[in-house]
């Protein structure tokens, strides 16, 4: 099972995305969220934290998403130093839209690089 | 360079860096969240703790000082500086002292780490535009047969003067990115703390005995 994590400097920003994934994928998928604990900002043991309680949880692959900066970074570090590497990928996709798209795929059966592909190609879903 | 070396340039960077801590936040004022020197502050003094445990060889004290930045920094700069000094880390032998070579080649693997993972090159307004020349500079003094003080001096005082010049720059990485023209007039709050690593490195060996 693929599972989604959102990273945020803002824990609210996070939670909020959570509750809206799960809300619009449309089936049955494992959410987690890192960052904004006490202040606003992300660290690597944050991440670390967040992807490990995903794996308890039963996810077996997991796709990444960051709002910007640091949370890119550390998420980065946090794969390297749980030797997730291949398991989990860092997705680069506008927070918001990337992870719906991501969601979506996951929960239609998705593989971790269809997930990742489809967060991906949200940069190029223009609005008007 | 010694562990007895190696830590007293990490007890000089803590030192240093919070005597600049409001200068480091003002600078961060200017393009991003005010928090630079406060977060460097933070993560430096736990960072230290990790050479309250001597003759634990370079690497296993470098490692403690990059885990130590990962989870108390914060930010940008606690991600960078933490996984860079993981594959300064794991350059570095495990003894409790290494040639000056051996150094600087830790040293460019530290570089080589800030670079891929925050994609910067040379006069983006990041720590890239300190560390990127300073490794340069270390690496052909080394191998000119310079010694590691004399380098250190002339590095201590090149990295100040790099710092200021990001002042002229449009940053291109990072949050300030997004101020585009608007970032200019500003010195980069993360060059300046990577110059200050060089000034604590050149005091650090001016110590040196015999």
Redesign the interface.
Known sequence: MIGILAVSHSRRLATGLAELLVGLAGGELVVGVAGGVETLGVDAAMVGAALAELEERGASEIAVFADLGSAVFSVESAIELAELEGRAVLVDAPFVEGAIAGSMTAVTGGSLADVAEAGEAAYLVRKR | MDEAEFCRLWHLFQEVIDGNKEYLNSLDAAIG?ADHGTNMARGMEKAVAACDQPEGGLRVTAKAIAMAM???????????W??GL?KFAAAIPEAVACSDREFAGAVDAFVSSIRD??KANLGDKTMVDVFLPARDRLIAGVEAGEALPAIAEVLAEATAAWALETKDLIALK??AAYLGERSRGHVDPGAFSSSLWFLSLSRALAERSG
């Open positions: 969240d990962l989870s108390t920094v914060g930010g940008a700069s606690g991600a960078l933490g996984s993981l993972r925050g990072g949050r």
